[in-house]
């Protein structure tokens, strides 16, 4: 039988045994219908006056997520201050900033229905607040990104996002993309700290 490609959401039955392996692994799980409700579920998790990080992120980008976190005025948003900063003169301040927020909003490139997350950058930016430095980590993952195991999701990065980013990558940068560093979240040890916010529909890559 031919695996569907990495385009397709995930049925319920896949999205339900995805979340029952992270919630053993200790994330804590909700599925959600749609990107509009993770903006809403989002919006309600972040305290106001929290030190967010928003990761890179497509998934952020398309369902206003990244726009209601960096402009809205109710969090000390990271993203918007480092951009403002001088890249050689503060680079320690900047790489401090993005390590250790009070709370990251990323995405995931897959969800492992055993349970684990994966995450690939370029640069390895986001991944320190992704691994622990970061208080609280929300994650947003369309059902698209429902994978049965690790193997597939290391193809649906390889062979599905790096196209995708090094082409967006090459617009916006001018310069490609590449799987420079690779995390992979197989538990979480801090009850509470991380929330997986997955979505029956797709969104991003």
């Not at 049925?11 to 392996?21: E, G, N, S, Y």
């Not at 903006?39 to 398309?62: F, H, K, N, Q, Y």
């Not at 993005?98 to 986001?126: C, F, I, K, M, Y």
Request: aromatic share 4%; net charge neutral; with cysteine.
């Amino acid at each position: 039988m031919t695996a569907p490609p990495f385009t397709d959401p995930a049925p319920a039955q896949r999205l339900a045994r995805a979340a029952a392996a992270l919630t053993a692994n200790g994330f804590t799980v909700e599925i959600l219908d749609d990107s509009a409700a993770a903006r809403a579920r989002v919006d309600e998790l972040i305290p106001d006056g929290a030190t967010v990080l928003t990761a890179a992120s497509e998934t952020l980008r398309l369902s206003g997520i990244d726009d209601d976190i960096n402009t809205s005025g109710r969090y000390q948003a990271v993203k918007p201050r480092t951009l403002a900063m001088d890249r050689v003169a503060q680079a320690d301040e900047i790489r401090r900033l993005r390590a250790s927020p009070d709370v990251v909003v990323g995405s995931v490139n897959a969800v492992t229905e055993t349970g684990s997350l994966v995450a690939a950058s370029g640069s390895g930016a986001q991944l320190p607040s992704y691994s622990g430095g970061a208080a609280r980590a929300i994650w947003v993952a369309g059902a698209q990104k429902v994978v049965p195991d690790l193997n597939s999701a290391l193809r649906r990065v390889e062979g599905h996002c790096l196209p995708l980013e090094n082409a967006r990558a090459t617009a916006v940068y001018g310069m490609p993309s590449a799987v420079n560093r690779l995390l992979v979240l197989n538990a979480e040890p801090f009850p509470g700290r991380s929330t997986v916010l997955l979505l029956r529909e797709a969104i991003g890559f």
